[in-house]
């Protein structure tokens, strides 16, 4: 970059010009393009939780309006299924993370026999479509054919939720714990502290990132969760359940501004996440 | 208590394992052999069911009918797979090795549409696609498309949105891989004197453009050759300035493992997916999710429903464990993790 070898032409060629531009600039202008693809629907979720629509369809922009903001609760059922998706999120997710926790420390931990079908069992869920974990799921509650189980309620929901979830938490704990410093473990242990009082002192504290990142993973998964859903719900409605019913007539703006509250949450808990890390790394 | 736990060294790490483990066996295990069951039925709802081999015995006639949804349910989640593949690596690629400070922004940025509803975000290309949306509309107002044209209620939406649903899926894994990259071996290759990839990189995307914009160019029902052509020019010339040999003969073969990984995180969700094609496909874009959730929870027809969702079961984890023997889970889980 500094000095120009005597005997090297001033211009350079078109060719190498070009070929220069492109290396410059085409990967910037590319990831900006994605990113607007990505984030395009987010945007159109937003904007028309401010529109004004003259009919029950929110589909065409008619005009600014925060009067949907202010009201946000107002179509009926609107707020019972909001609130049901809520306590289906929060309970799965703490039974979720705690089961999926325990599994992640003995596969990380122990050397038993079996562990290679474990690792299956774990990881099959994740790689089986939605649809066919809610069908087979119905099909287990419909022959069973009896309460608690049947007709389908808020737990065959909370079950299936639960079981979903599990295989997200134990990868995600797991790759925490496998960067885990053991010596810590250790040291406790010439310390005179027993297992018990290592794992609370200082495993614990060590891997509760890992556990955290895991818990909201989980809490995403299932405050969206529609297709397994459907299939394990009845009657029952949950937040995707209304949006699916409300579509056949019209999605009320309520939706929108609701989806988009839900959306800001989100990305506020990332960024406190994001942040908390960054000031104690480890 | 020590002493004893010691001696006994399985109980440990059974006692960890057996809460959520028999969870899974419970609530995962045992209603796929549940479903496997309920395909033996006959009868139905209302007179009850009885054990019979009908359904099998008499696929050719009973389930022959349903081939073309699963034909279709392929073909699409191969096609949707495709295109995510092509719009993914180039963005995992610019994260990984370009995205400086922006890296985690970035990241962020791609599962973004995580943290919004699967439905909406689906209603939201309902919105941007529409015939006189902000994207035809305007089109049609200068006329570049005809007025009748349209993308919604079309094979290309329903790719489009399963596209655009699963990319994160695909971008992850990919990261994941590239970021595992040592750029020495990048630099020694060039020091090698690796250099553009020539002839080989306007070969390539002059082949790849020319497929891609020929497919379109079908569905535009306008001249496929005159696509073909142009988006021969196009790729050959996109590939011969920006693919190197060090890229072609040192990264791609480093990330493969992420792309098979992200190829299998998106194909699968993608040939169960029944939304997409429900919400901006039309009943002729139906794939087999669609009949299996129409079958299940609205004809409750539930031998047929699970005849139908086990063959799809069985299709599926024999192309996992096909996956899982040659590849092996970690890819996977790390990209899972990542996210």
Known sequence: MTAIPAGVPAARPTRQVIARFFDRWSLVVYTLLAVIYLLLPIAVIIAFSFNDPAGKSNTVWQGFTIKYWLDPFGPPGLADAVVLSLIIAFLSTAIATALGTLIALALERYRFRGKGLMNSLIFIPMATPEIIMGASLLTMFVSIGAPPFFPLNFLTILIAHVMFNISYVVVTVRARLAGFPRQLEEAAGDLYANEWETFWRVTFPLILPGIVAAALLAFSLSIDDFVITNFTSGNTQTFPMYIYAASRIGIPVQVNVIGTSIFLVAVGAVALTTLAGRRKPR | ?339
Do not use: C
Request: glycine share 10%; charged share 10%; aromatic share 14%.
């Open chain 2, 1 to 339: 208590m020590g002493t004893f736990l010691k001696r006994h060294h399985w109980i440990t790490p059974l006692a960890l394992l057996a809460p959520g483990g028999l969870w899974l066996l419970v609530f995962y295990v045992y209603p796929a052999f549940q479903m496997f069951l309920a395909s033996l039925w006959s009868g139905s709802l209302e007179t009850g069911y009885t054990l019979s081999l009908d359904n099998w015995v008499n696929y050719p006639n009973s389930l022959a009918k349903y081939a073309p949804f699963f034909l279709r349910s392929i073909v699409y989640a191969a096609a949707a797979t495709t295109t995510t593949f092509l719009i993914a690596y180039p963005l995992a690629y610019t994260i990984a090795f370009k995205g400086g400070r922006y890296k985690n922004l970035l990241l962020f940025l791609v599962v973004a549409p995580f943290f919004t509803s699967f439905l909406l975000r689906t209603f939201s290309w309902q919105v941007i696609l529409g015939d006189d949306g902000p994207v035809l509309g305007l089109l049609k107002t200068i006329h570049l498309l005809p007025e009748t044209f349209r993308v919604l209620a079309t094979p290309m939406a329903v790719i489009a949105g399963i596209t655009y649903n699963f990319l994160p899926f695909m971008t992850l894994p990919v990261y994941v891989a590239l970021e595992k990259v040592d750029f020495r071996l990048v630099e020694a290759a060039r020091d090698l004197y690796a250099g553009p990839w020539r002839p080989g990189g306007a070969i390539v995307g002059g082949i790849v453009g020319g497929v891609l914009l020929g497919v379109l160019g079908i569905v535009f029902n306008g001249s496929a050759i005159l696509f073909a052509l142009a988006g021969a020019a196009v790729g050959a010339l996109i590939f011969h300035f920006l693919v190197s040999e060090s890229f072609i003969r040192v990264t791609f073969p480093l990330s493969v493992s992420g792309v098979f990984a992200g190829g299998l995180l998106t194909f699968i969700p993608a040939i169960g997916d029944y939304i997409n094609a429900e919400l901006l496909g039309n009943p002729g874009t139906n794939m087999i999710g669609n009949v299996i959730q129409n079958k299940f929870l609205t004809q409750n027809d539930y031998p047929i429903a699970s005849t139908l969702s086990f063959i799809l079961m069985a299709g599926v984890l024999v192309v996992v464990t096909i996956y899982a023997r040659v590849l092996g889970t970690e890819e996977l889980s790390a990209a899972a993790a990542r996210a």
